[in-house]
């Protein structure tokens, strides 16, 4: 749940940032947002396997 | 030669020059206020310049997020030039603005390394330093009419 808000966080601050269209802002901070979510599952289970 | 060419720059020319020059200080002082400013508080920059959606959303979210930094736990960093990284973290604590010299003169930000959720605090607070000083740039480019 924390590693969700801080996605969103950050995607919302990104997007504002680099767009000026709202539309633009909203599919570039969806799509950031499910970048970070999706790497850090595909992550989470690559580091899986090794032991702490 | 040299002394034979003409002063195309007469006395309203010099005059010109004066108040160009007075006006790129001016600019400039403006400039470093509007940086100042967008530091502090973040999104001023942005409302500053009549940009006030992109303004409010940064006034909303990156205080917040610094705020959740501290619930978590997080710590602010203290300016320890013998731990590099601890130094650095400090700076990107300090990029927030105001909302640090709150946090530090009512005491929060201690840390506490035990908990699960400290390095997520950490990162929080880390991570809303340093996207307010993208704001801070992204206000100066604004300003500079490269956006």
Redesign the interface.
């Given at each position: 749940m924390?590693l969700v808000?801080?996605a969103f966080?950050?995607s919302?601050?990104?997007a504002?940032?680099a767009k000026?269209d709202l539309r633009e802002q909203v599919r570039f901070g969806g799509m950031m947002f499910g970048g970070f979510l999706a790497s850090a599952l595909v992550l989470g289970w690559l580091m899986y396997p090794f032991p702490l | 030669m040299g002394d034979s060419v003409p002063d195309t720059r007469g006395g309203s020319g010099k005059l010109t020059a004066v108040r160009a020059t007075a006006a790129e200080e001016t600019q400039s002082g403006t400039l470093v206020l509007l940086c100042l400013a967008s530091w502090a508080i973040p999104g001023a920059g942005h409302l500053w310049l009549g940009r006030r959606t992109?303004g409010l959303?940064?006034l909303v979210?990156?205080p917040?997020?610094f705020a959740?930094g501290l619930a978590?736990q997080g710590r602010l960093f203290p300016f320890d030039l013998n731990e590099p990284l601890v130094g650095l973290a400090a700076i990107a604590d300090l990029g927030i603005g105001i909302p640090y010299f709150i946090a530090s003169t009512l005491g929060y930000g201690g840390g506490e390394v035990r908990a699960v959720?400290y390095e997520?605090g950490n990162?929080?607070l880390i991570?809303?330093g340093l996207?307010n000083l993208?704001?801070v740039i992204?206000a100066f480019d604004v300003a500079m009419g490269r956006?």
């Open positions: 924390l808000i801080f966080f950050v919302l601050v990104f504002v940032i000026d | 992109k959303i940064f979210a990156l917040l997020m959740l978590l959720t997520y990162a929080y991570v809303a996207l993208l704001v992204d956006k």
